[in-house]
């Protein structure tokens, strides 16, 4: 079983923007963690982080033949991008949204997510940990 790990812009910031909101951890930590908690389930990921939205859509489609599943922090884009949710729509595999914070918590205009309703699921306000909650979302959904 393969997953892509795909997270969009600012998220390479991690650790240094607003460690209030998302914590101390670098990016490369968090996914280090679930690297290894994917290895226990047996399943292989692939991490991907860009600040460019046409190079998230290039990857989501390389997921359609590439990975059985997507687990996808796509940031500010969540909140704006139909090219995100046309491309999660079009790849018909299980992809999961995650986020760090809870975004109905947050500013009036992180409260819509236009990916949301062509994702299996969404997972938000848990830290690092919305990650490993989406690890054993996609992996059970997958295993079904």
């Not at 812009?9 to 101390?24: A, D, S, W």
């Not at 729509?89 to 409260?111: T, Y």
Request: proline share 3%; glycine share 8%; hydrophobic share 40%.
């Amino acid at each position: 079983m393969k997953v892509f790990v795909i997270n969009g812009p600012n998220l390479n910031l991690l650790g240094v923007r607003e460690p209030g909101v998302y914590g101390n951890e670098s990016l490369d930590s968090i996914l280090a963690e679930m690297k290894g908690e994917a290895e226990k389930l047996g399943v292989e990921l692939e991490c991907y982080q860009s600040n460019h939205e046409g190079d998230i859509v290039d990857k989501l489609h390389s997921a359609m033949t590439e990975a059985d599943g997507v687990i996808l922090n796509a940031g500010a884009l969540t909140h704006y991008s139909y090219a995100l949710r046309d491309a999660i729509s079009a790849i018909k595999i299980p992809v999961v949204e995650v986020h760090m914070s809870n975004i109905q918590a947050r500013e009036e205009f992180r409260h819509n997510s236009v990916i949301a309703p062509v994702c299996r699921g969404s997972i938000a306000g848990f830290g690092k940990n919305s990650y490993m909650l989406a690890l054993k979302a996609v992996y059970d959904i997958i295993e079904l």
